[in-house]
């Protein structure tokens, strides 16, 4: 009975692919194989090098090559040294508003020289203009005054 029994119990975990314990052990298991990347090491690159001589002598350049090369990082394109523009204050304009949708068609704006916005609308020219002075003066740059019409009645306008 136990044969019998020990053989439907194998045919069962046969049938349905279940292993019994010892088969388990039995089975011997094979590490598979480690896939190493192999990594391209950058090539170098000749380096420019500036030097400092004496008062008497210019500025020499020189081109270096790399003897040897130990374990260079790859790095980006060197960073070019920028030095900041020196930029002009933008000019305030007083001009008339030339748009007869706006709330505010006829009356004197400031705006900032390159902007398609209102500063603030005034009533008269004069007050645009006071108004664009403190501006220009707080900003250290100056005021453009238009005609109604718009062309330039006056450039450089500001205070000496």
């Known amino acids: 009975m136990n044969k019998t029994l020990l053989l439907s ?6 049938l349905y692919g279940c292993s019994t314990q010892n088969e388990q052990k039995m089975e011997k298991t094979e590490p598979k194989p480690v896939v190493e990347k192999k990594v391209e090491e950058p090539k170098p690159v000749p380096v420019e090098k500036e030097t400092v001589a004496p008062k008497k002598a210019a500025v020499q350049k ?4 790399p003897k040897k090369v130990v374990a260079q990082k790859k790095t980006d394109a060197p960073k070019e ?3 900041p523009k020196e930029e002009k204050a933008a000019k305030y304009h007083v ?13 004197w704006r400031v705006r900032k020289q390159g902007s398609q916005k209102t500063i603030k609308f005034f009533p008269t020219q004069k ?5 664009a002075e403190s501006l220009a003066d707080s900003a250290g740059s100056s005021v ?6 718009g062309s330039i ?5 500001s205070k000496k």
């Open 9 to 14: 119990v194998t045919a069962f975990f046969l």
């Open 62 to 65: 020189k081109t270096e090559t």
């Open 81 to 83: 040294v920028v030095e």
């Open 95 to 107: 001009s008339q508003n030339k748009d007869p949708k706006s709330d505010s068609y006829r009356s």
């Open 127 to 131: 007050e645009a203009i006071a108004y």
């Open 144 to 149: 453009v005054i238009h005609k109604m019409d």
């Open 153 to 157: 009645r006056k450039q450089d306008y």
